[in-house]
């Protein structure tokens, strides 16, 4: 396990997130990837070391990996880790505390949970360990800001709708580095990045059979 003791376990966990915010400003998309049943019980890497290949030729920095409880799951981001050295490497769908122990020995860049949870925040933080939460509701915005999070991922996007930033902004001092999440398409990355959203979340949906759907491509490109 990574070994951050409690004294600078904040410092660690406020350097990810400035470093997050800092890679997010300059290419505003994380990807998110799932890695499929077939390929963790067999270790088998041919398919998403091309995709994100494919993914670094187009400039994408920051790669999120579901969570999986597979006993290859860490062996298999160890790894990708070591095939990509220069990528920012994230989990995705953390839920439990218990998951934060795996979390902490790979030393992911950042993480992702899709809902406000203290208690695991506050473990994510002793470990030294960035979980930027999922907040849907005012209240829970206020609460990820007052724990010290300057970044947050708002989710449902889809089901907030690109005004909402514009509709709640005004009630935080100062506005968080909003991470748009679930839900969205290529269509809407030009739009809700003109509408105060720091960064986009793209899932499933925009990768399939370990390819780049082609309209994410052109949109890489003229990026």
């Not at 966990?13 to 997010?24: H, N, Y």
């Not at 290859?72 to 998951?99: C, D, H, M, Y």
């Not at 989710?155 to 930033?165: D, W």
Request: hydrophobic residues 45%; aromatic residues 12%; proline residues 5%.
């Amino acid at each position: 396990m990574l070994n951050i003791s409690k004294s600078n376990s904040f410092n660690v966990w406020k350097e990810k997130q400035d470093f997050l915010i800092s890679s997010l400003i300059s290419q505003p998309l994380i990807i998110v990837l799932r890695i499929s049943q077939d390929n963790l019980d067999n270790l088998y890497f041919d398919d998403i070391i091309c995709l994100i290949n494919s993914l670094i030729s187009s400039d994408i920095k920051n790669i999120e990996i579901a969570w999986s409880s597979h006993n290859n799951w860490v062996p298999f981001i160890k790894e990708l880790k070591k095939q990509f050295p220069n990528i920012s490497f994230g989990a995705a769908s953390l839920t439990e505390p218990r998951s934060l122990e795996v979390i902490a020995e790979l030393d992911f860049k950042f993480s992702m949970s899709p809902f406000w949870d203290l208690k695991l925040q506050l473990r994510a933080r002793e470990l030294g360990q960035l979980v930027i939460p999922g907040v849907f509701s005012p209240s829970e915005i206020q609460q990820a800001i007052n724990f010290g999070y300057r970044a947050i991922k708002l989710f449902p996007a889809s089901i907030l709708g690109i005004s909402y930033i514009n509709q709640i902004k005004a009630s935080f001092k100062p506005i968080p580095f909003f991470i748009a999440a679930g839900g969205m398409k290529i269509k809407d990355i030009n739009s809700w990045l003109s509408n105060g959203c720091g960064a986009i979340i793209l899932g499933r949906e925009l990768i399939k059979d370990y390819q780049i759907d082609p309209d994410l491509e052109k949109w890489l490109k003229e990026k």
